[in-house]
């Protein structure tokens, strides 16, 4: 394979994205804890040990297993991708050592077919998403993400993005919201919350993310609220996929990941939530069984699974790792390889 061409540490934009939950980190320079690290580089390992291999890191972050990975792998590139310019920013400060092997794009992740053709690279040998928001994002007050701390309702992941939290709070009917709830949060007091919000909204904007997470507390009966973590905690997820339309820029992008990957490539897929996993695990799957028609009497060489699972079901962290990163609990990974090209 020949070398692809690389931009180290520059940024072109192409739309945006989410990017990860994973371990905290306080600034570009420290250590932060990727999610499933050990098993994420095992699984790459065959596929990215070639001088030349190619990865792309659909959700770059903070870095954290692209940087291991280039550890692993002398000869690797890596094309990173990520929506937030803080991110893109970032990486390039903790990927500085690597930045001639690494080509960071701005991008959405359903972007990668148009990345891939811009740098005349038509298959790459791994494909990884560690999706949901980062802590880093979660963190910072300004970005409006946490039910915790005070800040203006936003909740982009790409700040330069048209819709931000405060406009579907303030704007959607209420039955449009509580479909929000209901469908992205899984909440189900999305009705009540909904209508609170009609109700408090029409005497003042909501504006802030403490006053929207007491609006949805008071919203929900006392003993609900007693059990399951915090009571915003499912409206604020399905606020910042509404606005990051997280979902459709999946549902898009994991299939034209799989077209990507070379025969014996690998694709990757940390999710967090169960729509996310539920999305993963039907595109995986339906590139992983025989699709010869029912009746004929042998199967049919271009109807051969074009992958093959790594994994059985999603795999989990286990317990050394939950008590070293507790926002790794909700985390589910999913792989598979490619074994036949596409006919």
Not at 180 to 208: D, K, L, Q
Request: charged share 25%; glycine share 8%; proline share 7%.
């Amino acid at each position: 394979m020949a070398r692809m061409a690389t931009w180290p540490g520059t940024a072109s934009r192409y739309g945006q994205q989410s990017s990860r939950e994973e371990g905290a980190m306080d600034t570009a320079a420290a250590a932060h804890v990727p999610v499933m690290l050990d098993r994420v580089r095992g699984i790459f390992a065959p596929a990215l040990s070639a001088a030349g291999a190619v990865l792309v890191d659909a959700t770059l972050g903070r870095a954290g297993h692209t940087a291991a990975l280039l550890r692993d792998h002398p000869g690797l590139i890596v094309v990173g991708i990520d929506a937030d310019q803080t991110a893109i920013e970032e990486s390039s400060q903790a990927l500085a050592a690597d930045l001639g092997r690494v080509t960071l794009v701005r991008a959405v992740y359903d972007q990668i077919p148009v990345i891939l053709a811009d740098l005349g690279q038509p298959s790459v040998q791994g494909i990884l998403f560690d999706l949901g928001v980062s802590s880093p994002q979660l963190d910072d007050p300004g970005r409006g993400f946490s039910y915790s701390q005070d800040a203006p309702l936003d909740m982009r992941m790409d700040s330069s993005g048209p819709l931000t939290a405060a406009e579907v709070v303030n704007t959607y009917p209420a039955g449009r919201l509580a479909r929000v709830f209901r469908e992205y949060g899984e909440e189900r007091f999305a009705r009540r919350i909904a209508e609170a919000i009609a109700a408090e909204r029409a005497r003042e904007p909501i504006t802030s993310t403490l006053r929207l997470a007491e609006i949805i507390r008071n919203s929900i009966p006392a003993p609900a609220r007693r059990t399951g973590g915090n009571p915003a905690k499912r409206t604020f997820q399905a606020l910042r996929i509404e606005v990051n339309d997280e979902l459709g820029a999946l549902s898009r992008a994991v299939p034209a990941a799989l077209d990507a990957v070379a025969v014996g490539g690998r694709i990757v897929v940390l999710s967090y939530h169960s729509l996310e996993d539920r999305i993963v695990k039907r595109a995986l799957s339906q590139r992983s069984v025989d699709t010869t028609p029912p009746g004929l009497p042998v199967p049919l060489a271009a109807s051969r699974p074009q992958f093959r699972l790594l994994t059985s079901g999603a795999e989990r962290p286990g317990e050394a790792e939950l008590a070293a990163n507790p926002r790794a609990a909700s985390a589910r990974l999913r792989a598979a390889e490619r074994v036949r090209a596409a006919a």
